[in-house]
């Protein structure tokens, strides 16, 4: 069991430290062309190495600089219960703000690699608990927690019960070996409860492909259709009963289907599209009002306010220190 020093200032070695440690990049948005403040967070990170396969770790943080982190490696399961504070948590196309109480289970690659941005300041104080890339996870388990075949984003809320478990164990001071006992059962909890039915059970061939089991093959299709017209045409004007037309759905059967199959509404998954546009129109220079325009938004205020929603920072600072 390895632990930072509570209370101690955490500064930017510090972090990139446990990027190299754990496969993450970090990086410090608030000032993105120049040496950000030495000292990130104050407080305290335990990792708890369960099993090879298994491991916990608990951050509890005054965070005083904004930072986001993006991973390097394949994780079969990574799980991320927020006990305080919130989170920006992205995968893909999917974009979710979590708060305390609220969690996410995710499954990634080196291709689809999973984002968390931490505003500040605030207190975040968070729990994870991850299952390894390039080992046998949970052998002795009498369910199969085998990742699916592409990546996933699953959120959640823990039930109060066990998030009251979680705290009490943060709170023990119990010796060491005593502590890996109780973290073992806790995580196995965690499991349990966020882990995506597709992922605790063997299913049908959608369901091992990662598709809820009870949409077809082509609806799936229409969908998939749907989902690239609107990550390559973003700034278009959108209606849902156009789009429900051209997939041949009604449109609640549409709404219905699409949250299933990706985890967000479509017009979530349309506004992550623009926003991720506007990215790469801000970094080549285009102003502000010249990338909302681009992006589909009608006044500049809807895009900066979206935009800083979901990235923690307004595309003003971007285009400033691009």
């Known amino acids: 069991m390895a632990t930072l020093d509570t209370l101690a200032p955490l500064t930017t070695y510090d972090l990139l430290a446990l990027g190299q440690r754990f496969g993450i990049d970090y990086r410090f948005p608030e000032a993105p062309d120049r040496p950000p403040s030495p000292y990130v967070a104050r407080g305290r990170v335990m990792d708890i190495e369960i099993t090879p396969a298994l491991r916990v770790t608990h951050s509890d ?3 005083l600089h904004a930072y986001a982190s993006t991973s390097r ?4 399961w990574f799980l991320s219960v927020v006990l305080e504070g919130c989170i920006h948590v992205g995968l893909g196309h ?3 703000q979590l708060q305390a109480g609220d969690a996410f289970s995710a499954h990634f690659n080196q291709q689809t690699r999973l984002e968390v941005f931490q505003p500040a300041p605030q207190r975040l104080s968070t729990l994870n608990v991850s299952i390894l890339d390039g080992l046998e996870p949970l052998s002795s388990s009498p369910v199969n927690v085998a990742p699916p075949a592409t990546p996933v984003l699953h959120t959640w809320q823990v039930p109060p019960l066990l998030r009251h478990s979680l705290e009490t164990a943060l709170a023990s001071n119990w010796p060491a070996e ?4 109780l973290w073992q ?3 196995f909890q965690l499991l349990a409860h966020g882990l995506p039915a597709a992922g605790l059970e063997p299913g049908d061939k959608n369901t091992q492909e990662g598709l809820p089991p009870d949409l077809s093959h082509r609806d799936h299709q229409r969908l998939e259709l749907l989902r690239k017209q609107l990550e390559h045409y973003p700034n278009q004007n959108y209606r849902l009963e156009q789009l429900a037309r051209n997939a041949a759905m009604s449109p609640s059967s549409l709404r219905t289907k699409f949250q299933r199959c990706y985890g967000c509404s479509i017009f979530d998954y349309l506004r992550r599209c623009r926003l991720t546009q506007a990215q790469a129109y801000l970094r080549k220079g ?3 009002q010249q990338t909302a ?3 589909g938004y009608r006044h500049a205020s809807n895009f ?8 923690g920072v307004t595309p003003h600072e971007v285009f400033k220190y691009r």
């Open 304 to 311: 900066a306010t979206a935009y800083k929603r979901a990235f």
């Open 185 to 187: 059962g806790l995580a």
């Open 94 to 96: 999917q974009s979710f």
């Open 178 to 181: 005593r502590l890996c006992l």
């Open 73 to 76: 490696r394949t994780a079969p």
């Open 286 to 288: 285009y102003s502000v």
């Open 61 to 63: 943080l005054d965070v």
């Open 293 to 295: 325009h681009a992006c």
